[in-house]
């Protein structure tokens, strides 16, 4: 049997995990998060729930893959004890990633399209009514956002192509290491800004009264939200990166390495964004549009604006396309450990496929913009995302918790002996009760309250439908959990 590939090095496989990790959630969503919930209250709970919900699952995705040498295809085959039906969530894994690179190769497009944009000056001089349709335009136009999307795809899959440590890991560790020289020096460049040190005290002093205005909490499950969805946790992404992983190491160090890293890469995002909102007079708790519509006004105002500009979008492909990157990886592993594929037959099915799979969410801006899955003003791409933040990250990661502490899956003791071997933290042995019973309560509450804010809008059938769909998935994710005979023979092999 083929052995498997290995990272070259312990940076190689903290950057390219952070990279996975690392993507629009970070420098897109988290700066008007923390411009929409007050700022730096925001960002204290957001911090706490990164270290007592984040961190943990992180460890076990770790841990299942390690222990494995397997992605999430067969991993849970692997490690389950006989009877356990823990192996049916490899499929629910397969199809989030899919879905997931479905409209995440689309944004990759847009980010890229605007670094391009920017650079040849197609932004500069227009004033805020131009930028919106410049936007606008982009969307409406299928064949530029194909295109883009397309490059995405091509891109991405041929480094994969050159395997993990010539392709992934040489690659992403450059990116990786430019992406972090760009966040410092566009932030030391916005704290220059005249009026920057406003936003800053906006966004690094906590002030409660911020917090109340737009009630304590929706902050608190704002920041919850956030802390659980920024490390790209739940799918599986992650557990492919542990099959590569040697055994020299500890779990517990490493992935708090990849948390301080990826909320250092959040942070920093929005000391970019949030001083120069607040220096031009602009809300930094503009939404989604804040990077699109909001922030080119915002450069057309600055001295060398086109450069700040150009510099700011390659950061942010950089930082999308380290995440495409990885997933891509995760989905080759896919078809390599099902079907043993090689490596390039799996990369010339999965371009084709992805480029096709991709296009729906391209058209619902513009060819099927009449289909609104969720209701009025809805598109594809808001369902493709539904589907995997709203429900196969949340639920994934109850599984894996439960798979690693709980009597039905691979064991408590299975999972401390694999997380504490090598140098480096050790994980603590007395908080089985915590991730057991505390952290699938807290993501069944986020993952049943993102159900009501999503439908609570609509009509009351409606609403009754989309909560009734919500507890037949619980229940399903807790037939793969308990319905297994328990067994203490794993089906792994020594």
């Given at each position: 049997m083929k052995e498997r590939e290995k990272f070259g090095s312990r940076l190689g496989f903290i950057l390219v995990s952070a990279g996975c990790a690392i993507g629009l959630g970070n420098v897109w969503k988290f700066p008007y998060m923390a411009g929409k919930y007050g700022g730096a209250a925001f960002i204290l709970i957001y911090l706490v729930f990164l270290i007592i919900l984040?961190?943990?699952?992180?460890?076990?995705?770790?841990?299942?893959?390690?222990?494995?040498?397997?992605?999430?295809?067969?991993?849970?085959?692997?490690?389950?004890?006989?009877?356990?039906?823990?192996?049916?969530?490899?499929?629910?894994?397969?199809?989030?990633?899919?879905?997931?690179?479905?409209?995440?190769?689309?944004?990759?497009?847009?980010?890229?399209?605007?670094?391009?944009a920017t650079v040849t000056g197609q932004l500069a001089g227009k004033n805020a009514e131009q930028v919106t349709e410049h936007f606008s335009g982009l969307q409406a136009s299928a064949g530029t956002m194909t295109f883009?999307?397309?490059?995405?795809?091509?891109?991405?899959?041929?480094?994969?192509s050159l395997g993990v440590q010539k392709g992934l890991e040489k690659v992403t560790k450059f990116m990786m290491l430019c992406l972090l020289t760009l966040i410092v020096v566009l932030a030391i460049h916005s704290l220059t800004l005249d009026g920057a040190m406003e936003g800053v005290k906006f966004y690094l002093v906590p002030d409660f009264s911020e917090m109340e205005k737009v009630g304590i909490g929706n902050v608190v499950f704002g920041a919850m939200s956030q802390?659980?969805?920024?490390?790209?946790?739940?799918a599986g992404s992650m557990t492919i990166f542990g099959s590569y992983l040697g055994k020299d190491r500890s779990l517990?160090?490493?992935?708090?390495?990849?948390?301080?890293?990826?909320?250092f890469v959040a942070l920093m995002a929005g000391l970019i964004i949030i001083p120069a909102c607040f220096s031009f007079g602009v809300e930094p708790g503009a939404g989604p549009g804040l990077i699109f519509l909001t922030l080119p006004n915002v450069f057309n105002q600055m001295t060398g604006g086109r450069i700040w500009g150009s510099l700011f979008f390659l950061f942010m492909s950089f930082a999308a396309l380290s995440t495409v990157i990885a997933v891509f990886?995760?989905?080759?592993?896919?078809?390599?450990?099902?079907?043993?594929?090689?490596?390039?037959?799996?990369?010339?099915?999965?371009?084709?496929?992805?480029?096709?799979?991709?296009?729906?969410?391209?058209?619902?801006?513009?060819?099927?913009s009449g289909i609104q899955p969720l209701g009025e003003g809805t598109n594809i791409m808001d369902l493709e995302d539904f589907i995997v933040s709203n429900n196969i990250l949340p639920l994934g990661s109850v599984v894996y918790v439960m798979f690693c502490v709980s009597r039905y899956g691979w064991g408590w003791k299975n999972f401390l002996k694999e997380v504490n071997t090598g140098e480096g933290m050790k994980f603590p042995k007395g908080i089985r009760v915590y991730m057991l019973y505390v952290i699938p309560t807290v993501i069944v509450v986020i993952y049943l309250k993102g159900y009501w804010d999503m439908f609570s809008s609509k009509s009351t059938g409606v609403l009754a439908a989309w909560m009734v769909i919500?507890?037949?998935?619980?229940?399903?994710?807790?037939?793969?959990?308990?319905?297994?005979?328990?067994?203490?023979?794993?089906?792994?092999?020594?």
């Amino acid at each position: 049997m083929k052995e498997r590939e290995k990272f070259g090095s312990r940076l190689g496989f903290i950057l390219v995990s952070a990279g996975c990790a690392i993507g629009l959630g970070n420098v897109w969503k988290f700066p008007y998060m923390a411009g929409k919930y007050g700022g730096a209250a925001f960002i204290l709970i957001y911090l706490v729930f990164l270290i007592i919900l984040g961190l943990p699952i992180l460890v076990c995705e770790f841990a299942v893959g390690r222990a494995s040498r397997k992605s999430t295809a067969r991993a849970f085959h692997e490690l389950e004890p006989q009877g356990s039906k823990f192996h049916c969530f490899s499929y629910m894994s397969i199809v989030s990633n899919y879905v997931l690179m479905m409209f995440y190769t689309m944004v990759a497009g847009w980010m890229l399209y605007y670094c391009y944009a920017t650079v040849t000056g197609q932004l500069a001089g227009k004033n805020a009514e131009q930028v919106t349709e410049h936007f606008s335009g982009l969307q409406a136009s299928a064949g530029t956002m194909t295109f883009w999307m397309v490059l995405v795809v091509v891109l991405s899959f041929g480094i994969c192509s050159l395997g993990v440590q010539k392709g992934l890991e040489k690659v992403t560790k450059f990116m990786m290491l430019c992406l972090l020289t760009l966040i410092v020096v566009l932030a030391i460049h916005s704290l220059t800004l005249d009026g920057a040190m406003e936003g800053v005290k906006f966004y690094l002093v906590p002030d409660f009264s911020e917090m109340e205005k737009v009630g304590i909490g929706n902050v608190v499950f704002g920041a919850m939200s956030q802390a659980f969805f920024t490390l790209s946790i739940g799918a599986g992404s992650m557990t492919i990166f542990g099959s590569y992983l040697g055994k020299d190491r500890s779990l517990l160090g490493e992935s708090l390495h990849i948390t301080l890293l990826d909320t250092f890469v959040a942070l920093m995002a929005g000391l970019i964004i949030i001083p120069a909102c607040f220096s031009f007079g602009v809300e930094p708790g503009a939404g989604p549009g804040l990077i699109f519509l909001t922030l080119p006004n915002v450069f057309n105002q600055m001295t060398g604006g086109r450069i700040w500009g150009s510099l700011f979008f390659l950061f942010m492909s950089f930082a999308a396309l380290s995440t495409v990157i990885a997933v891509f990886e995760n989905i080759l592993s896919y078809a390599m450990d099902i079907w043993g594929w090689s490596r390039k037959k799996a990369v010339l099915v999965n371009v084709v496929l992805m480029i096709i799979l991709s296009l729906p969410a391209v058209l619902g801006f513009n060819v099927l913009s009449g289909i609104q899955p969720l209701g009025e003003g809805t598109n594809i791409m808001d369902l493709e995302d539904f589907i995997v933040s709203n429900n196969i990250l949340p639920l994934g990661s109850v599984v894996y918790v439960m798979f690693c502490v709980s009597r039905y899956g691979w064991g408590w003791k299975n999972f401390l002996k694999e997380v504490n071997t090598g140098e480096g933290m050790k994980f603590p042995k007395g908080i089985r009760v915590y991730m057991l019973y505390v952290i699938p309560t807290v993501i069944v509450v986020i993952y049943l309250k993102g159900y009501w804010d999503m439908f609570s809008s609509k009509s009351t059938g409606v609403l009754a439908a989309w909560m009734v769909i919500s507890l037949l998935v619980l229940a399903f994710i807790g037939w793969i959990i308990f319905g297994g005979k328990r067994s203490s023979k794993s089906r792994r092999r020594s």
